[in-house]
């Protein structure tokens, strides 16, 4: 008798669980995962009871919560898991243990209680306006993560990435297309030679789907154009020296443009840079620990907000991908 056809599940899994995970990007599961291990050993030092074994007891209280997420307000010193500091966390950083929380009732197939459900959003909103105020009487920087980077400080790097023997055309490439596309790193990473096409005096190249954009709707494809004047930054001229390099590598159906490990070694390059040219780069304005792969995505469209002749505000909102307010300078 002939086998039955496998469904395709792992161990464990039945047919289907995979489309079901794919609502949760990978590394947002990580991150929510990694902040529920915090949520845990709090619980268990703090909350006796809530966690049983090793699993923790759905559904969460609302005060058990709410005291949670008052604890995660302030930053602990490095390595010192009771040590507090008087900085304040990130909008960003609360927000994500509220939305932990969340995925931790969705995962556990357990409803979230109306009135926890009312309270994290009200946490939320509370601690956003708290954030501002922060900002506003000192006690928190006005930058959050890495700041933008300037048209200055892109030109100087493409230079020192057209001198380097050892990345030379991959890191380059990278450079100049993530800030042409306005991209980020995993996006630019993502390229295909599939994904690239010639419309006219323009080289088109499709996005599959973005961070803010995991199902694809505003995929719409990017274009690109040579700049004559300035070799160091043209995208079409460092893409041709990438290709006839290294080739084209098509042996596939669907080839990568960039290896697998681009984003790593575009990371390290950079952060390398900065460092060995950190004198440089401070005359330029930028400093060495405030610059990561992300300052690109800031920079260009930072630059294209501010400047008074450049195009308009929703085109900048649609090619980055980004709400008006967190570019503008």
């Not at 930058?143 to 991959?170: C, D, H, M, N, V």
């Not at 008074?308 to 085109?315: L, T």
Request: net charge positive; charged share 25%.
């Amino acid at each position: 008798m002939a086998e039955k056809r496998k469904s395709g599940a792992t161990a464990g899994e039945e047919p289907g669980d995979k489309v079901l995970r794919a609502r949760v990007a990978e590394r947002t599961r990580s991150q929510y995962n990694t902040m529920n291990v915090h949520l845990k050993k709090w619980l268990q030092s703090s909350v006796p009871g809530a966690v049983v074994g090793d699993v923790i007891q759905l559904p969460l209280k609302t005060s058990t919560c709410k005291s949670f997420l008052a604890s995660v307000t302030v930053k602990r010193k490095r390595g010192d898991a009771s040590g507090k500091t008087n900085i304040p966390n990130s909008y960003s950083t609360v927000n994500g243990y509220i939305n932990a929380i969340k995925f931790l009732h969705k995962e556990g197939k357990v409803e979230i209680p109306k009135d926890l459900d009312d309270m994290l959003k009200a946490f939320a909103n509370g601690y956003k306006r708290q954030v501002a105020k922060f900002k506003e009487n000192g006690t928190m920087s006005m930058q959050e993560g890495k700041i933008p980077l300037t048209t200055e400080a892109y030109r100087f790097l493409a230079e020192k990435a057209l001198s380097s023997s050892k990345y030379g055309a991959p890191v380059h490439c990278f450079l100049v297309l993530s800030w042409n596309l306005m991209t980020r790193a995993e996006s630019t990473a993502s390229i295909r030679f599939d994904h690239i096409s010639w419309q006219g005096d323009a080289l088109v190249i499709k996005i599959g789907r973005t961070k803010n954009d995991q199902e694809g709707k505003m995929a719409w494809p990017r274009h690109v154009y040579a700049n004559p004047f300035e070799p160091t930054i043209c995208p079409i001229l460092s893409l041709g020296l990438l290709v006839f390099t290294l080739g084209a590598r098509r042996e596939g159906m669907s080839a990568l443009v960039f290896d697998v490990n681009v984003k790593e070694s575009f990371a390290s390059w950079l952060h390398r840079i900065c460092v060995d040219e950190d004198e440089r780069m401070t005359e330029i304005g930028v400093s060495a620990k405030d610059i990561g792969t992300h300052s690109l995505r800031k920079g260009v469209s930072t630059a294209l907000s501010n400047s008074p002749a450049g195009p308009q505000a929703v085109s900048v909102w649609l090619r980055a991908g980004w709400s008006l307010g967190s570019v503008q300078g």
